[in-house]
């Protein structure tokens, strides 16, 4: 297996009392997207300033690239979570200038701007200030900072903070093109339902510490109830293969019994002659199993 | 460190700042007064120039009345007749001054010889009547009155001007320094190095809340608009701070450098003449005063950078830097007791202390010649400070430029420094 692109082992970062990360381990493969997801307050941002070199760990490893953080800058992109640009400049200008920065030579970031405003619709505004953009558009033009010197490793911190569902959209296609054109993809957020339609591996922290880690489907799949999804609702009261049911907005959540599947369910319903327009199993969001993960940790603390 | 993104810091934070109105109408200003002012010297056709000369130099074109009561300076003597008149009486003297006919009046009494008292009358309250009440032209009339047949032409002469100094000093080896004064050109250089420390102290005092001053704006600016995290991701604090200390630095030299321009422009070259002139002839001040312009902006740079990063808005960096800012203008507050001794012991202390030290040897180099040993001590003492302040000023710039709304205390400051 080839070396990962990002290794974590055992990072530790304290403020006085406060522990922000407890000695977290982890692993980011190449080509993947991969979710640092969480809470606010969890620890996600202090993790990502840490590989970032922004701040120092207390102890700890880790490695970008292969490299000790801050190392390889220039091939790493970073959104960071606190939005901001150069509220005066114009918006290529400000890009020609992050592009330097990331060791562009000022054409190739000249030529690479322009492609990128052109990507994200933002073609006509390139000679405006960047005071002059929507909250939107500034976003989009910061997203283009952090992907303008076609780094190996691009790490969003909260990307669809304050989009409206266009253009949340839009960042993810951009991220699934990254991820097709073999670059890696590390996004932190802590709306989980966002972010679970594209990352292949997460990472769940809660209070600076990793509660779940892996595969997402496996996950799920381990998480998952033994239940199904039916529309419409039917009148299911005592039956012996149900052991709930929970109707929320025409639908109707099926929990079984531990013995019955769901095989058995169907037929019953159809010797019973009842109607029935969808009938799947049930899935469980990222935000279900975090809850159930932490009051589990509740529950054993 | 990457000189590369040093410099590229560097010139990003000149370009964008050249083209401020704020700082092209700051430094545009001074010239522009200047130009207003030789406009309206022109346009008035000297009128301006002979006002302002009437006001603060003597009226050597016109002379001054006298009215003797004691017999001894009338009739005026042929030496005299062009810059003195007499009158028979106060009121027909009074007249002529009225009638602008004499620009003074001096009233010598009978008993002028036994109490020296005068009577000097004007036409109106302005320099020109101290001028006249000390110059040299009235004490050698008057005394050429008491003294022309008691004494011979010698000794009368020698009186008017008793000493033709030679000045000479001696260093700690009771070794001479200097060759006599009477060599106009050592005149010269004296004033020179006066006006080369004088104007480069005032500069450097001009630089702190000048460029330095941007410099604090720009990084409290870059926090308060959340753009710093961006930039510490692309290059470290270190170099961040040094190109921003170089960049906003030739931007506080860019303006000098024009207000210089400008004042040989506007003189007719004659400015530039005679710093051309002084430099030349004080080239060791010249050095010496460019050695600790340099390390007094690096040094106030870096504090005006780490304060800009502490401060939780511009206004508050800029309060926190105003504390530092003071020591600069301490110098200045004890300005006076150098003339009298340019070594006076709270001058030497505050040459060693790092803060006060830049601006305090280019006031002693003015006006004196300090010991070696404080122009040697001093130097060291800065070269010795400034990577210490630039220590010190990244680790804190690194650890509070993320603080968004909070500032860092006084013991996590010193927690921060502590935590190599």
Known sequence: ?301 | MNNKMVWLVAWHEYSTNVRRPGFIFGTLIFPALGLIGLIVATFFSGQAVNILRNQFTPDTNQKVGVVDATHLYVPIETRFANRFVAFDSEDAAKSALAASQVVAVVIIPADYVQTGAVTIYSRNANFSTAIVADSAAINPFLINGLLKAKVDETTLTRVNRPMNATRLTLDADSKEQKPATNDPRNAFSFVGGIIISYAVALLLFVSIFSSANYLLRSISEEKENRVIEVLISSVSPMELLTGKVLGLGALGLTQMLVWIASAVLLSGGLAAVAVGLAVALSPTTFVLTAIYFVLGYLLYAIIMATAGSLGTSVRESQQIAGLFSFFASIPWMINGFLFTNPNVLIARVLSYFPLTAPVMMMLRLALGQPPIEDIIGSIVVMILTVPIFLWGGAKIFRTSLLMYGKRLSIKEIISVLRNV
Not at chain 1, 29 to 40: D, K
Not at chain 1, 139 to 159: F, G, M
Not at chain 1, 206 to 225: D, M, S, T
Request: net charge neutral; proline share 4%; glycine share 8%.
């Open chain 1, 1 to 301: 297996m080839a070396d990962p692109v990002l290794y974590v082992d055992q990072l530790y970062k304290s403020y006085s009392s406060l522990i922000a990360v407890n000695k977290i381990s982890f692993e980011v493969q190449r080509g993947e997207i991969f979710g640092l997801l969480g809470p606010n307050g969890a620890g996600k941002t202090t993790t990502i300033r840490m590989l970032m070199d922004i701040i120092a760990p207390d102890s700890g490893t880790a490695l970008v690239l292969g490299h000790k953080p801050g190392a390889m800058r220039h091939r790493v992109g970073y959104l960071p979570e606190e939005r901001g640009l150069y509220r005066g400049l114009k918006v290529r200008e400000t890009l020609v200038y992050l592009g330097q920065l990331k060791g562009m030579s000022k054409k190739d970031a000249e030529r690479k701007s322009d492609e990128w405003l052109t990507r994200v619709d933002l073609k006509d505004w390139g000679k405006n200030k960047i005071q002059e953009l929507s909250r939107g558009m500034q976003q989009k033009a910061q997203l283009i900072s952090s992907v303008l010197h076609d780094p190996d490793l691009i790490i969003l911190d909260e990307p669809f903070q304050g989009l409206d569902p266009i253009n949340v959209e839009a960042v993810r296609s951009i991220i699934r093109e990254l991820r097709d054109a073999g670059k890696t993809v590390v996004l932190s957020a802590h709306e989980m339902s966002q972010v679970e339609v594209l990352c292949e591996r997460i990472a769940l922290i809660h209070r600076g510490q990793i509660v779940l880690y892996g595969n997402l489907k496996e996950i799920k799949k381990q998480f998952a109830p033994n239940a199904i999804e039916i529309a419409p609702p039917l009148n299911l009261e005592g039956w012996g293969e149900v052991a709930k049911a929970e109707t929320l907005d025409g639908r109707q959540k099926v929990y079984l019994t531990e013995s019955a599947t769901p095989r058995d369910l169907l037929k019953k319903i159809f010797e019973r002659g009842m109607m029935l327009d969808r009938f799947e199993m049930a899935t469980v969001s990222l935000d279900e199993i975090f809850v159930k993960v932490v009051k589990g940790d509740s529950h054993e603390q």
